[in-house]
C-alpha cells in the first residue's frame, strides 16, 4: 500500500527555517519513477535498477518500499485511486438527485471531469500514457489492476447508463461503456491535436472537455435512443341526435 506524503515533521520545519533542504520523500520518488518509466517503456522494459537510477535511491530502497516489481506496478493506481473515487462520488450524487433530461450527461460528466482534471496535473501525463499503454494488454499485473480499481467502477457507469435508457438491456449499456471508454482514452493518449487542428487545438486544452462529454452523450444516445413518444389516440366524437335521426329514417 502507497502512503501519500506526510505533513513536515518538527525536524523538517526547523531545518526549513535554518535554510536546509528537507529530506526528499524516496518513497514518493520511487513511485514516480518507476509511473514515468512504465509509461514510457512499458512494464517489462524498466528494470528496478532504472527505476532507483531515475529516483536517485539505492536499489535495495525499491525493494524495502514496495517489494518486487509488480507490487510497485500495482502501488501506482492504488496511489491514483482518488479520482476513482472521485468519479464514484459524482455519480452517486446525480443518481440521488430528481430524474431530468440532463440525466445521461450527468452520468457521462462524472465518468469524464475527474479524468481531464487529473490529466492536466504535474504527473498526470505519465499515468495517462501508462493507463493507455499497459491495461490494454492481457497480463497477471494488469488484469489484477482491472480487476479490483476498474471493473468495479465500470460496471456502477454501465448501470447507470442502463438507468438512463431503461427500455434497452443491459448488454447494450456495456457496449455503450466500452465506446465511451475508448473516446476518452485516446483524448488523454493522443498528442496530435496540434497536428491534426493545423495548430488551432492544443493536447487536452480545457475547452474541449464540454466538448467531449457532448460527443459521448450523443454516441450513447444513439445507441441506446429513447422510445419514441406515443401519441394519444383521436377521440371518436359521439353522432349528434339529428344525425342519428337520419339514420334511422
Known amino acids: 500500500m502507497v502512503t501519500r506524503p506526510a505533513p513536515r515533521t518538527s525536524r523538517a520545519r526547523s531545518a526549513a527555517a535554518q535554510g536546509t533542504p528537507p529530506r526528499p520523500d524516496r518513497q514518493m520518488a520511487i513511485l514516480l519513477a518507476a509511473e514515468k518509466l512504465f509509461a514510457q517503456h512499458g512494464y517489462h522494459g524498466v528494470s528496478i535498477r532504472q527505476i532507483a537510477e531515475e529516483a536517485q535511491v539505492p536499489l535495495a530502497l525499491v525493494g524495502y518500499y514496495y517489494g518486487p516489481k509488480s507490487e510497485l506496478f500495482h502501488a501506482i493506481f492504488q496511489h491514483w485511486q482518488g479520482t476513482i473515487q472521485e468519479r464514484l462520488a459524482l455519480l452517486q450524487q446525480v443518481l440521488a438527485g430528481p430524474p431530468t433530461?440532463?440525466?445521461?450527461?450527468?452520468?457521462?460528466?462524472?465518468?469524464?471531469?475527474?479524468?481531464?482534471?487529473?490529466?492536466?496535473?504535474?504527473?498526470?501525463?505519465?499515468?495517462?500514457?501508462?493507463?493507455?499503454?499497459?491495461?490494454?494488454?492481457?497480463?497477471?499485473?494488469?488484469?489484477?489492476?482491472?480487476?479490483?480499481?476498474?471493473?468495479?467502477?465500470?460496471?456502477?457507469?454501465?448501470?447507470?447508463?442502463?438507468?438512463?435508457?431503461?427500455?434497452?438491456?443491459?448488454?447494450?449499456?456495456?457496449?455503450?461503456?466500452?465506446?465511451?471508454?475508448?473516446?476518452?482514452?485516446?483524448?488523454?493518449?493522443?498528442?496530435?491535436?496540434?497536428?491534426?487542428?493545423?495548430?488551432r487545438n492544443q493536447v487536452c486544452a480545457p475547452e474541449a472537455a464540454a466538448l467531449l462529454i457532448d460527443f459521448i452523450t450523443a454516441g450513447i444516445a444513439a445507441v441506446m435512443p429513447l422510445p419514441p413518444p406515443v401519441s394519444p389516440s383521436p377521440r371518436r366524437r359521439a353522432p349528434s341526435p339529428s344525425t342519428t335521426t337520419r339514420r334511422q329514417a
Open 101 to 199: 433530461e440532463a440525466f445521461l450527461r450527468q452520468v457521462v460528466e462524472a465518468f469524464v471531469r475527474p479524468v481531464l482534471v487529473q490529466r492536466a496535473s504535474a504527473e498526470g501525463e505519465y499515468y495517462a500514457q501508462l493507463v493507455g499503454r499497459e491495461l490494454a494488454r492481457q497480463t497477471p499485473e494488469t488484469n489484477r489492476v482491472l480487476t479490483e480499481f476498474f471493473d468495479p467502477l465500470a460496471h456502477s457507469f454501465i448501470d447507470a447508463i442502463h438507468a438512463a435508457r431503461p427500455g434497452h438491456d443491459r448488454a447494450r449499456a456495456a457496449w455503450a461503456y466500452q465506446f465511451a471508454l475508448g473516446a476518452l482514452l485516446h483524448h488523454i493518449t493522443d498528442h496530435r491535436a496540434p497536428t491534426l487542428s493545423r495548430g
